[in-house]
């Protein structure tokens, strides 16, 4: 028995947000959809991109890149959103485009890089390095939990 | 839990509630045997399962208790102490199964006492039969529970179990709830509201069908589509009604409540109910629940009578506690009636005082039926003696507040003598409301229609206008200055607001004021969902929706609205504002107050109330004319006074005044800038020895002046005044006024003296019969209703008392004048009622009861 047959892999939908390749995995992700007709819910905080209708469910948007602090989306910049369901509520995470569902193993995973961006680190669960690349696993937690929830309440 | 130990529960207790009301039933019909029948089988189902589920100290309670019943099956007289002993042990039988639901198992114990008193109710009928459980069909009771001779027809046919007794056909129609009930299935709550999620997609996806067909006319499409949507509005229909429930539910442990009462407080109480079966949803089923159960005990408690008093007062000696419910539009309403006593007017009156409500003179002005609305006053209570039924901390004020809550209201009706009634007033659901769809800043933005009032168009050509109050945008609507806020302030939508758009006039609790929208799209029944857990903390909105297009919108929550209106809200008081009387910081002795800057930088204030008008003259438009300003205004010239002479009118621009009028006369004051509108209690800190200035008061912080408009009008009207005196007045007669707030004396005396009198100033009654004892006659009184210790009707009885006041007119100042007080007043000599405020009507009283005096003499 080698170490490499025990590794568990992990299957993870990978999207990008503002040039970043992010990851998550794939049991965590309800669906994937194109935001349409989106509500913009005055008095919000900024990381709310707005509400929407997917299917009868309200689905609360988060905005990725303002939680990124990345620079604004422009008008007319496509998007999608990622379908993700948290305590009983659905939510988007709106990024700018999906790209393919990648298996990686678990046993590669790394902690974040010390020089990693200070706000990405704050919402990565670990990386992967990819070809040239780096892959950021989210930690949905720590994305869902939004600091202008406690502000403003 | 286990599964199957949770579903024992919840049927148990279900089970439970109905013996409960069967039994009580049961009481009053011994010889039903279909009744009986049900008890018995109900108590027979739960012994089964206690022994099935290993729950051995339940199982030989219901045994007990089944073999008491088993002998009224036989024919042993049905007695109030027997059933009362099977209440208590289905009582005992529900604290055991709570303390399962905690435990989940059975808690130790030893109802030894309980059952030894059901064997000897059961052995002391005597003859002790067997086969009991064999006996399924009940036998007919004795008509007379003292005839107890069981028939024996019935018992030679015993020994085969025929199940339910529906076999016979004598029981099909009273048995027909019953089978009922074996029909329906338990389905989870959350099943039943992903049906209903699903269903409102079902819908928005057909209405995006009827949009495509509708652009292909000749589409075969068409009639299955319209197959579709009606099949689909027949399922949205009945998905809806899986959530409503009969209001029945929530009175099953009414009659047993009732039936305990009227042993507890010896009374005899019926109990009518009509209406059980009217549905509503389930959510609100639960919060009425228990209003309604403090409602009937209340009834029973303090409306009903005991017999002897019932009989003394000629109505027969049974009360009777109706509970009734019917549909109403999208409402349900709910009445709660007895035919006791009726509310005690004088005791609550004096129960009020009592414990601070209101003071004595207040009460003077408050008609029957407010009086009445007292009960609803939190810490209310006017139980001389705390009983168990009443005095258990619930009040009716968490009655009105729980029907609050829900978008209800409570009323009150109480006839002395023949009894209470109280009407409930409900939304048949919360789950889906009437709204209005507005539009604000390009979005749209659905209110609900419970807290909407009117809808008023305001533009600059209609009839209503938004006026500005320096930063508060106000409508004067039907004489009363109501608030506004407009929508996209609230949500800082931004863009320009318009003074062109809709008022969505919105009650809240007592406030009242406007929300302000650029438009008013259409009314739809919208289907509430909750908000996000992440947007929840934003005040100004209830929750989500999906409208018929698909899109998702927000529901303003006006509670969220007037929150954030604040103060500003209570404006719409204005007119109700009270005098400072001292009596407490209640609203009530709140007074709104314009804030304007004019000569200095200090602060002035006037009553808002005296103030007709808020205007900005183009400085062009003022004249001077023999060294006064003047303007055309409405057609008249209107003069324009300043504060002081530090006060400068602009040489160019827009000029603001503050208009007050009189007698169809207006003045203008010239103000540097209108700074806000507050509410507050008006303390008068510091007098002042200036001309036109009141004193000092404080607020919002800074020292301010307020300032005295009875000083301005004569200034204004120096020549009319002139004008008229000579014609009416051969003499300056004299005035007594009496108040004990000093604002309303230094307001009204000078306004008095305008009017061509000569004025005596003094702050009690006691002073006021002082001064016509030892001064000069005086010719009239003018007098303030609510005084402390001696108040306006005590003074006017005095003044009748000392033979040099006799004839003299009194005329009484109210801050609000009830049809009772005019009578009382006249009663004790008042000639004449004038409102507080009402300066007009005051100086026109004065003139009339002089000219009337004038004639006589």
Not at chain 2, 81 to 100: G, P, S, Y
Request: with cysteine; hydrophobic share 45%; charged share 25%.
């Amino acid at each position: 028995m080698t170490m490499q047959s025990e590794t568990d892999f992990t299957e993870f939908v990978t999207f990008t947000i503002a040039g970043q390749i992010f990851g998550l995995p794939i049991g965590r992700v309800q669906d994937v959809f194109k935001p349409m007709r989106m509500t913009r819910v005055p008095l919000a905080g900024a990381d709310i991109a707005g509400v929407l209708n997917l299917r009868g469910r309200i689905v609360t948007a988060i905005d990725m890149r303002n939680r990124l602090d990345a620079k604004k989306r422009e008008v007319g910049e496509p998007s999608m959103a990622i379908g993700i369901e948290n305590k009983g509520e659905s939510f988007g995470l709106m990024v700018d485009g999906v790209g393919e569902v990648l298996k990686l193993a678990d046993t590669e995973r790394e902690p974040n890089p010390v020089n990693l961006d200070r706000k990405l680190a704050a919402l990565s669960a670990g990386v992967y390095r990819l070809e040239g690349q780096l892959l950021v696993v989210l930690d949905i937690d720590r994305v869902l939990d939004l600091r202008g929830e406690a502000v403003a309440a | 839990m286990d599964d199957l130990l949770q579903e024992f529960l919840t049927e148990t207790n279900e089970s439970l509630d109905r013996v409960d009301a069967e039994l009580v039933r049961f009481e009053q019909d011994p010889n039903n045997s279909q009744i009986l029948g049900n008890i018995f089988r109900l108590v027979h189902t739960i012994k089964g399962t206690c022994g099935f589920l290993g729950l051995p100290r339940l199982e030989t309670l219901a045994h007990a208790a089944e073999n008491l019943m088993g002998k009224f099956r036989d024919g042993m007289p049905v007695t109030s102490e027997a059933v009362t002993l099977i209440l208590i042990t289905i009582d005992r039988i529900k604290t055991i199964l709570d303390a399962i639901e905690v435990a989940e198992s059975e808690p130790a114990g030893d109802d030894g006492d309980l059952i030894e008193q059901l064997t000897a109710m059961t052995e002391a009928e005597g003859a002790v039969r067997e086969r009991l459980e064999n006996v399924a069909v009940s036998p007919p009771l004795a008509p007379h529970p003292e005839q107890a001779a069981p028939p024996l027809a019935v018992r030679d046919r015993d020994v085969v179990d025929k199940g339910p007794p529906d076999a016979s056909t004598a029981e099909r129609s009273e048995d027909e709830r019953e089978r009922v009930s074996s029909h329906s299935i338990r389905v989870n709550v959350e099943t039943l509201d992903h049906l209903m999620t699903t269903v409102s997609e079902l819908v928005l996806t057909r209405n995006q069908l009827l949009e495509i067909v509708r652009r292909h006319e000749d589409s075969d499409f068409k009639v299955p589509l319209q197959r579709l949507s009606n099949v689909t509005a027949e399922l949205q229909e009945g998905v809806m009604k899986t959530r409503m429930q009969p209001i029945g539910n929530a009175w099953q442990k009414l009659p047993r409540i009732v039936r305990d009462l009227s042993a507890e407080l010896g009374k005899q109480i019926e109990l009518e109910m009509t209406g059980a079966d009217t549905e509503l949803d389930r959510q609100v089923l639960e919060l009425v629940k228990d209003p309604l159960t403090h409602l009937v005990r209340n009834c029973a408690d303090h409306g009903i009578e005991s017999a002897a008093e019932r009989i003394a007062a000629g109505k027969s000696q049974k009360g009777t506690i109706r509970l009734s419910a019917c549909h109403e539009g999208g409402h349900i309403i709910i009445e709660i009636a007895d035919d006791g006593r009726g509310l005690d007017v004088a005791r609550i009156r004096a129960k009020a005082i009592e414990q601070g409500l209101l003071s004595e003179a207040e009460m003077e002005s408050k008609s029957e039926a407010e009086i009445c609305n007292l009960i609803f006053t939190a810490g209310f209570s006017t139980a001389s003696r705390i009983t168990s039924i009443s005095g258990r901390g619930v009040g009716m004020d968490v009655v009105r507040a729980n029907m609050e809550q829900i978008g209800g209201t409570v009323e009150l009706k109480s006839a002395h003598g023949s009894g209470t009634a109280f009407t409930i007033k409900i939304p048949l659901t919360l789950a889906i409301v009437s709204a209005l769809i507005v539009e604000a800043a390009g979005e749209r933005f659905a209110i609900p229609q419970l807290s909407v009032l009117e809808l008023v168009r305001a533009g600059s050509g209609g009839e209503h206008r938004i006026e500005r109050i320096k930063e508060t945008p106000v409508l004067r609507l039907r004489n009363k200055l109501l608030p506004l806020i407009n929508l996209r302030e609230i949500l800082q939508l931004g863009g320009n607001e318009i003074d062109n758009g809709f008022v969505v006039v919105t009650q809240v609790g007592n406030q009242i004021f406007g929300i302000v929208v650029d438009g008013v799209l259409h009314t739809e029944e919208i289907v509430i969902k909750p908000m996000s857990s992440k947007l929840r903390h934003i005040g100004a909105f209830s929750g989500t929706t999906i409208l018929g297009d698909g899109t998702v919108i927000m529901i303003v929550d006006p509670n969220g609205v007037a929150q954030a209106l604040g103060r500003a809200a209570q404006v719409a008081r204005a007119d109700e504002a009270r005098s400072d009387d001292g009596s407490g910081a209640n609203d009530e002795a709140m007074t709104s107050l314009l804030v304007f800057r004019a000569g200095s930088q200090q602060p002035k204030a006037v009553l808002l109330s005296l103030v007709s008008r808020l205007e900005e003259i183009d400085c062009r438009r003022i004249e001077m004319s023999d060294g006064r300003h003047l303007v055309q205004y409405r057609d008249q010239l209107m003069p324009l006074l300043r504060i002081d002479t530090h006060t400068a009118l602009k040489q160019d621009g827009a000029q603001p005044i503050l208009v007050f009028s009189d007698h169809g006369r207006s003045m203008g004051l010239v103000v540097d800038e209108i700074v806000d509108i507050v509410e507050q209690r008006l303390d008068i800190e510091v007098t002042s020895e200036q001309p036109g200035i009141l004193g000092y008061a404080v607020i919002k912080g800074s020292a301010t002046e307020i300032v005295d408009i009875g000083h301005f009008l004569p200034q204004a009207f120096s020549d009319w005044f002139r004008w008229r005196d000579k014609r009416t007045m051969p003499r300056a007669r004299r005035v007594l006024l009496v108040d004990d707030s000093a604002f309303f004396r230094d307001l009204l005396a000078p306004l008095i003296k305008a009017a061509g009198y000569q004025v005596v100033a003094v702050a009690s009654a006691a002073q006021a019969l002082a001064a016509v004892k030892s001064g000069p006659p005086v010719d009239i009184v003018v007098t303030d209703i609510e005084m402390p210790d001696m108040d306006g009707f005590a003074l006017a009885a005095a003044l009748r008392d000392i033979p040099a006041t006799a004839a003299v007119p009194v005329i009484g100042l109210s801050a609000m004048i009830s049809a009772e007080a005019v009578e009382r007043g006249r009663d004790v000599g008042f000639h004449d009622f004038v409102a507080k405020f009402d300066r007009t009507g005051l100086i026109a009283a004065i003139k009339e009861q002089s000219g009337d005096l004038h004639q006589a003499a």
